[in-house]
């Protein structure tokens, strides 16, 4: 029984060991900040897609987009995407 669980031990130890030596990719994408309700479906079907292509979404936040000479083109939002290796 004893060494049944130190091999158990062992091997979480190890799972543990290699998660954290995961190595991830990101993709950032502008998706806008206005969005009507065909624009809604539009990005759930291009998350989706991003699915299957392999990239999970991993969370969006708020940016003021700037423009020529520091200008500000207003606020959109940015979608970010992480892919383990």
Same mark, same amino acid.
């Given at each position: $029984? =004893?060494? $049944?669980?130190?091999?158990? #031990?062992?091997?979480? %130890? +190890?799972? +543990?060991?290699?998660?954290?030596?995961? &190595?991830?990719?990101?993709? &950032?994408?502008?998706?806008?900040?206005? /969005?009507?309700?065909?624009?809604?479906?539009?990005?759930?079907? =291009? %998350? !989706?897609?991003?699915?299957?292509?392999?990239?999970? #979404? =991993?969370? &969006?936040? !708020? +940016?003021?987009?700037?423009?020529? /000479?520091?200008?500000?083109?207003?606020?959109?939002? %940015?979608? &970010?995407?992480?892919?383990?290796?």
């Amino acid at each position: $029984m =004893h060494r $049944m669980a130190v091999s158990i #031990f062992r091997r979480t %130890l +190890i799972n +543990i060991f290699w998660k954290e030596k995961e &190595v991830a990719q990101y993709k &950032v994408e502008s998706i806008g900040a206005a /969005f009507s309700d065909r624009d809604i479906a539009g990005l759930g079907s =291009h %998350l !989706s897609q991003q699915s299957t292509n392999g990239w999970e #979404f =991993h969370t &969006v936040f !708020s +940016i003021e987009k700037k423009g020529c /000479f520091g200008s500000s083109e207003g606020r959109t939002y %940015l979608a &970010v995407y992480r892919k383990a290796d």
